[in-house]
């Protein structure tokens, strides 16, 4: 009988989900919908040696030829509902650092994904990565009502998946031969994190982001991936 079989838990009824904030304001760095007037200063950022370059190593565009090339595609952003694009700016003063995204949001199945992740190499290593990520999560789960956020990333990028489990992400699992990037096979590591994973994520990433001893702007020990 249909009875005896096993059957997920009950999902209960949920509010009517909200898309992200247009602005999601951190200690160290502010997440704003881009600008044309980011093109310039990110440009020249992250182009014109192999160490800025290196930014786009994984990533399915970048970099561009000129200036003006990546400001169109800048402006491609601009007005994107999905994925719903962020300039990472530092709070201080404003910079653009980088550039992320909340995508693949899916209400009725209640889950999204951050990506498009890249930073300027001055961002590398600091707080940036961090807090905006610690933004957008918990953007997904208290005003979007998620039950699952996913990281996806090249499975050779040894940084990104790092990365993802400093933050609380739990590795999920390789798809191979699953994607063709600029003429090269992608095999792609799967993460995410559910309410509970975020539960235990939550406190972690705010004592180190925001209680820790902090030395030259960045808190002194090493975040632990638990």
Partial sequence: MIS????????????????????????????????????????????????????????????????????????GCVDSVDPFWYAVTATADGSPLGMAAIMGYD????????????????AQRTTANTEAAYLMVGECFARMGC????WKCDALNERSRAAAVRLGFVFEGVFRNHMIVKGRNRDTAW????????????????????????????????????
């Fill in 4 to 75: 005896e079989l096993p059957l997920g838990d009950p999902v209960p009824i949920a509010a009517a989900p909200e898309r992200p904030a247009a602005v999601l304001a951190g200690r160290d760095v502010t997440l704003r919908r881009p600008d044309l007037a980011d093109g310039a200063p990110l440009f020249a950022a992250t182009h014109g040696d192999l160490a800025a370059e290196a930014v786009w190593a994984y990533m399915g565009y970048g970099p561009w030829p000129t200036e003006e090339a990546m400001s169109r595609w800048i402006a």
């Fill in 107 to 122: 209400p009725a199945m209640r889950r999204a994904e951050i990506g498009h992740i890249w930073y300027i190499p001055a």
């Fill in 147 to 150: 039950r699952r956020v996913e």
């Fill in 191 to 226: 993460y995410a994190m559910t309410p509970g994973d975020w539960s235990s994520a939550r406190p972690r990433l705010e004592r180190w982001l925001y209680e820790a001893p902090r030395r030259d702007g960045r808190p002194v020990e090493p975040l632990g991936a638990r």
